[in-house]
T-cell receptor
Framework: DARVTQTPRHKVTEMGQEVTMRCQPILGHNTVFWYRQTMMQGLELLAYFRNRAPLDDSGMPKDRFSAEMPDATLATLKIQPSEPRDSAVYFC???????????FGQGTRLTVV | GENVEQHPSTLSVQEGDSAVIKCTYSDSASNYFPWYKQELGKRPQLIIDIRSNVGEKKDQRIAVTLNKTAKHFSLHITETQPEDSAVYFCAAIKDGKTSYDKVIFGPGTSLSVIP
C-alpha cells in the first residue's frame, strides 16, 4: 500500500530555532507539493516540484522558508528562524502531475512557542 | 488575484438527505477541479474530480457538476450517512505545464450528518 510518509509527525520548538520537515513521496510520482493548514487560512499551497525542479514557491515566505528535493525519494521543508505564526499542520502530497489525484501524507503538526 | 470561494462554510443535514456544496473560481483557464474530504485529525483524500471538458461526473452517491461559463462547480452527496461528516475542500487547478500553473483550494465546508 503506497503512501506518502512525513516525519516528524509532531514537532514543538522554540521561536528562533530551525525546523526541518521531511517527506518521502510515492515511488513513481513526479509531482510533490507542500501545503500548510491552519484554522484561519485553510489549505495553502507553499511550493511544488515537478521532476524535482521547483515550479512554484510563490506561496512560501522566502525569507525564512525553503523547500528542496535532494533526490526523488526525499523532499524537505525548512523554516529558519521559526516564529509562533508558523504553527500549523504541514502536509506533503505527491502525484503524477497537477491535474491528477494528490496523495497526502499524514502531516507534521508544528508548534512554535 | 485568483481565488476560490466555497459555500456554505458549515452544513448540517439529516441522515438520508442530500448535501450540496458550491465553489466559484476566478481563473477561466483552470482545467481541473478535485474535491477532497478531510475527516477530523486525518489527511485530505480525493473523493471525486472533474476536468474542464466534462460537465458532470458521478460515483455512487457522489456527483460533481461543472459550469465553465459561470465558473462554478458543485459537489452533490445523496443519501447522506454519518460517515460523510467531514470537511470538504474544492480546488481549482490550472495545469498548463508552465510556470503560470496554479493550485488554489477553497476554504472548506464542514458537513455534519445528523443520525
Amino acid at each position: 500500500d503506497a503512501r506518502v510518509t512525513q516525519t516528524p509527525r509532531h514537532k514543538v520548538t522554540e521561536m528562533g530555532q530551525e525546523v526541518t520537515m521531511r517527506c518521502q513521496p510515492i515511488l513513481g510520482h513526479n509531482t510533490v507539493f507542500w501545503y500548510r493548514q491552519t484554522m484561519m487560512q485553510g489549505l495553502e499551497l507553499l511550493a511544488y516540484f515537478r521532476n524535482r525542479a521547483p515550479l512554484d514557491d510563490s506561496g512560501m515566505p522566502k525569507d525564512r522558508f525553503s523547500a528542496e528535493m535532494p533526490d526523488a525519494t526525499l523532499a524537505t521543508l525548512k523554516i529558519q528562524p521559526s516564529e509562533p505564526r508558523d504553527s500549523a499542520v504541514y502536509f506533503c502530497a505527491s502525484g503524477q502531475g497537477l491535474n491528477t489525484e494528490a496523495f497526502f501524507g499524514q502531516g507534521t503538526r508544528l508548534t512554535v512557542v | 488575484g485568483e481565488n476560490v470561494e466555497q459555500h456554505p462554510s458549515t452544513l448540517s443535514v439529516q441522515e438520508g438527505d442530500s448535501a450540496v456544496i458550491k465553489c466559484t473560481y476566478s481563473d477561466s483557464a483552470s482545467n481541473y477541479f478535485p474535491w477532497y474530504k478531510q475527516e477530523l485529525g486525518k489527511r485530505p483524500q480525493l473523493i471525486i474530480d472533474i476536468r474542464s471538458n466534462v460537465g458532470e461526473k458521478k460515483d455512487q452517491r457522489i456527483a460533481v457538476t461543472l459550469n465553465k461559463t459561470a465558473k462554478h462547480f458543485s459537489l452533490h452527496i445523496t443519501e447522506t450517512q454519518p460517515e460523510d461528516s467531514a470537511v470538504y475542500f474544492c480546488a481549482a487547478i490550472k495545469d498548463g505545464k508552465t510556470s503560470y500553473d496554479k493550485v488554489i483550494f477553497g476554504p472548506g465546508t464542514s458537513l455534519s450528518v445528523i443520525p
